[in-house]
C-alpha cells in the first residue's frame, strides 16, 4: 500500500478513482439534460453526489424496461397494421398498391 495523505493513495489506482468521479460527474451533467452544471456536480457532497447519479441510474434503466416491453408489444401485436410488411416491386410499379404519396 502507498502513503496515504487525507486518503488518497499515491499509487496508480487514483488515476482510475478519478476518472470514475470525472465520468460520474459528466453522466450527471448529461442525462440531467441541463439541470446540472459541472461546477455545481463537482462540488457537491459525495453522498448527494451518489444520490443523484444513482436516481438517475435507475430512472433510465426503469425507462429503458419499458420501452422494451412497449416494443416488443408493438411487434408481436396482431391487430397492429404496420407490424405487417408490404413490399413493392419497383421493375414493375402497377403491379401491388402503390406507396403513399405526400403532396
Not at 441510474?57 to 416494443?71: S, T
Not at 408489444?73 to 405487417?84: D, G, V
Request: glycine share 6%; proline share 7%; hydrophobic share 30%.
Amino acid at each position: 500500500m502507498g502513503l496515504s495523505f487525507f486518503g488518497l493513495t499515491s499509487n496508480d489506482n487514483t488515476a482510475q478513482v478519478k476518472l470514475a468521479i470525472y465520468k460520474q460527474i459528466h453522466q450527471i451533467c448529461f442525462f440531467g439534460k441541463g439541470g446540472y452544471s459541472w461546477p455545481v456536480v463537482y462540488n457537491m457532497p459525495i453522498y448527494l453526489r451518489r444520490f443523484v447519479f444513482n436516481e438517475m441510474k435507475q430512472f433510465y434503466e426503469e425507462e429503458k424496461a419499458a420501452n422494451e416491453n412497449a416494443a416488443k408489444k408493438h411487434k408481436t401485436s396482431p391487430k397492429n397494421p404496420s407490424s405487417q410488411t408490404q413490399t413493392f416491386n419497383m421493375g414493375a410499379p402497377t403491379k401491388g398498391k402503390p406507396p403513399v404519396s405526400y403532396q
